[in-house]
């Protein structure tokens, strides 16, 4: 009786059969290529790490300061996506070619302005960062190179956003495993001196980002071109667009855009905490990181798989299958979240091997993986609601306010409580910061179970 109780419970992972086809066909590229961009990235951070925690240290803060870029542009291409989403679901392809003009020039001068702030400002922004001179003077050298590739990113961005949103998964994929292919050589050549090549340290990894980062873009914009995908078909699409669909496009992206603003903020004063204590700690969440981010684009997949395909649903009038889909991404997304975590415990003690680290890097690491994937299961169910079920949904007022609440109002107090009050080692004030994880969880489970995030924007005035 209990089996069948049980069977019963379960029995919505089985229905609508379209399901799991539909989900790996969008999913797994999407996996696989950030997967293999987290272990390339993974290879990069042992590269850099070779010449000692200060280069680890420095990229790793210019890194940060771009996600601030990074994010601005995918919350810009966040809103494309949403659109386009439902715009597919009725086949409006003229809809998602305006969508994609607005959302390309936008990403763009995002992406121009801050590459100038960066090539005159480096070392002033790692200033904010680190007090270590020696991290500020690397550090700078790097991001005012990578900051010549935000641009190109930019471009490639809103593509990949437009693109994925209307089932085009292997494009953004295949040039992006050439590109970070090709980065990952360039920075085994230029980093270290291999080939007959220069040893040029941090700013080795800087040229390389760039070639990668242009190759990419002349890829995708290539192939949309010649294969005639519906996303864009002349230049007036960038330059013209009708104010109202500007104003209907901003109604729900900017959300979006504050959203990821005041979240990359919140993890920028996070990364501030963590320099704070000592220039081995940034080192060592760095590393941590970077394997955590490894394990998580399964998870990272699965939420873009669930906001394009809700926001499909939605758009072709089907509330009931949105719903039904959630349901199943809330429980593979959770379930697979646990396994995962399992994994990385199992081998930390072997990663943290790979690194030239004292003992003390090495205790330090250790225990942040093992914070870091016991609320792996937390972190993937806020993937799943805010970056899958409410964004594809359409409500990004609520997703931003559970984003920006749970890092302003309880991370970052929780992680200057452990820095600045109890004085713990990075650590202990990673878990303290994770307390955020729990929060935005259960803000998102409720405003699940209310419905109100199920909201029809190709209807929409």
């Not at 940060?64 to 291409?77: A, D, E």
Request: glycine residues 10%; charged residues 10%; proline residues 3%.
């Amino acid at each position: 009786m209990n089996y069948n109780k049980m069977l019963k419970r379960f029995s919505f992972l089985s229905s609508n059969p379209d399901f799991y086809p539909t989900l790996f066909k969008i999913s797994i590229p999407i996996i696989l290529q950030g997967f293999i961009s987290t272990a390339l990235s993974f290879v990069d951070v042992l590269m850099v790490g070779q010449l000692g925690s200060k280069s680890v240290a420095s990229v790793g803060l210019g890194n940060q300061f771009s996600m601030i870029v990074i994010m601005l542009v995918n919350g810009i291409g966040s809103g494309a996506a949403i659109f386009s989403a439902q715009y597919w679901g009725r086949r409006y392809v003229k809809h998602i070619r305006q969508t994609f003009g607005i959302g390309m020039r936008y990403a763009v001068s995002v992406g121009f302005l801050f590459a100038i702030i960066t090539y005159f400002f480096a070392p002033q922004i790692i200033s904010f960062y680190s007090p270590d001179p020696d991290v500020q003077l690397l550090g700078g050298s790097y991001l005012s190179l990578i900051g010549l590739s935000y641009v190109f990113f930019s471009v490639t961005a809103i593509y990949a956003s437009v693109l994925r949103s209307t089932r085009l998964v292997m494009v953004p994929l295949v040039a992006g495993i050439i590109a970070i292919s090709i980065n990952t050589l360039l920075n085994y050549c230029l980093i270290l001196g291999h080939f007959g090549c220069p040893a040029l340290g941090v700013k080795g990894a800087g040229y390389s980002m760039i070639v990668a980062r242009i190759i990419e873009c002349a890829i995708i914009i290539g192939v949309v071109k010649y294969r005639k995908f519906p996303t864009i078909r002349n230049v007036r699409t960038l330059l013209f667009n009708k104010i109202e669909g500007q104003r209907k496009f901003f109604k729900v992206a900017l959300p979006v855009i504050i959203h990821s603003m005041g979240w990359v903020c919140g993890v920028t004063v996070y990364m501030r905490l963590y320099a704070s204590i000592s220039t081995t700690s940034v080192a060592a969440v760095n590393i941590s990181e970077t394997l955590e981010k490894m394990g998580f684009m399964f998870f990272v997949g699965i939420g873009n798989a669930c906001a394009i395909m809700v926001g499909n649903s939605i758009g072709a009038g089907r509330e009931d299958l949105a719903r039904d889909y959630s349901k199943k991404f809330i429980f593979l997304g959770m379930a697979g979240a646990v396994l995962m975590g399992l994994l990385i415990i199992s081998i930390r003690g072997y990663i943290v091997q790979l690194y030239n680290l004292d003992s003390d890097g090495i205790h330090t690491v250790t225990l942040l993986m093992l914070f870091m994937a016991s609320v792996m299961w937390m972190k993937s169910a806020n993937v799943i609601f805010n970056g899958g079920i409410l964004r594809g949904g359409g409500d990004t007022r609520f997703s931003m306010m559970i984003d920006i609440v749970g890092v302003w109002c309880v991370g970052i107090p929780m992680g200057c409580l452990a820095v600045y009050v109890f004085h713990l080692p990075v650590y202990y004030v990673v878990l303290f910061v994770y307390t955020e994880e729990f929060f935005k969880m259960l803000l998102g489970f409720y405003r699940f179970r209310s419905n109100k995030w199920l909201k029809n924007l190709v209807h929409s005035k």
